[in-house]
């Protein structure tokens, strides 16, 4: 093999392109539910785009480094959105720390920071920037770990009127107890800013500037069978500020018990 075809397979193995639809590099949580540990998104997850259309590449630089950048259409989760100008593009990119075997306990420890900005499909709403950072965190305790998570989201003020961000902050608890059982717990405080819809489609916003929530999930996961995922959660969200926007604005706190089954293929 001659040197040009050593660093030709190196870079093969290294860098994987992506061209087409695919999923946001930011978040703590992934589009596909079987891989959460709750089965409800997160206020994170709702602020956040899920999916885009243009040109990703991956890179793993070594063991520890690993790095993501790429061009989309849009913003917005819309399948093959388009601008009103081809020169409008949304940029992304991340990067990924994970702790090696040096670190001890600490080993398989991960740390993310990503970044979006962009328009969404039509390009008439404010220029949007998402800022993500993310850490998964492994214990010396057998089958514990705990996660981190804070979410932002900026609309550009181009128009003269106050601009209003919105802050995401989550924290995750997961104990695998047994080889079956599972106990996973999220803690989330949200910051409303201004936000054109509660998913990235559009929609109505039922929160306002400086409006404030606090989210408690506890779920547990018992595998029944072999490839099914088996949950029962409890849900809790409560307007800090007593605004009364759950119920379709007649109460301040919103419940919900739901039992989820998977079967994964």
């Known amino acids: ?3 040009p075809d050593y660093f030709t397979r190196r870079l ?3 860098l994987d392109l992506k061209l087409g639809v695919w999923d946001t590099i ?3 949580e992934v589009g596909n539910a079987g891989d959460n540990p709750n089965y409800t998104r997160s206020w994170g997850y709702t602020i956040e785009p899920t999916q885009h259309t243009g040109l990703l590449a991956n890179y793993k630089v070594c063991d520890v480094l690993s790095i993501a950048g790429g061009i989309a259409n849009t913003w917005d989760s819309r399948i093959n959105g388009r601008m009103p100008a081809e020169s409008m593009k949304t940029y992304l990119g ?3 720390l994970t702790a090696p075997e040096s670190l001890g306990a600490l080993k398989g420890a991960t740390l993310t920071v990503g970044a979006i900005d962009g328009r969404p ?3 008439t709403s404010p220029d949007r920037t998402s800022i993500y950072v993310g850490a998964t965190i492994p214990t010396p ?3 514990l770990a705990f996660g981190a998570a804070w979410d932002h989201l900026n609309l550009d003020d181009k128009a003269g009127v106050s601009t209003h961000d ?3 902050y989550g924290a995750y608890v997961v104990y695998k107890a047994t080889e079956k059982l599972a106990l996973n717990f999220r803690g989330e405080y949200v910051h409303w800013g201004d936000l054109p819809g509660l998913s990235s489609a559009g929609g109505t916003d039922p929160f306002s500037p400086g409006d404030e929530v606090l989210g408690l999930t506890a779920t547990v996961d018992y595998s029944l069978w072999k490839n099914v995922v088996s949950r029962l959660e409890y849900r809790w969200d409560h307007d800090l500020k007593d605004q009364k926007h759950f119920g379709a604005g007649t109460k301040d706190n919103d419940h919900l018990l739901a039992l989820n089954v998977i079967y994964k293929f």
Request: proline residues 0%; glycine residues 20%; negative net charge.
């Open 26 to 28: 930011i978040g703590y």
């Open 12 to 14: 093969n193995d290294l």
């Open 141 to 143: 305790i057998t089958g």
């Open 121 to 123: 499909t039509g390009g």
């Open 1 to 3: 093999m001659t040197v």
């Open 166 to 168: 919105t802050d995401v």
């Open 94 to 96: 991340s990067i990924t």
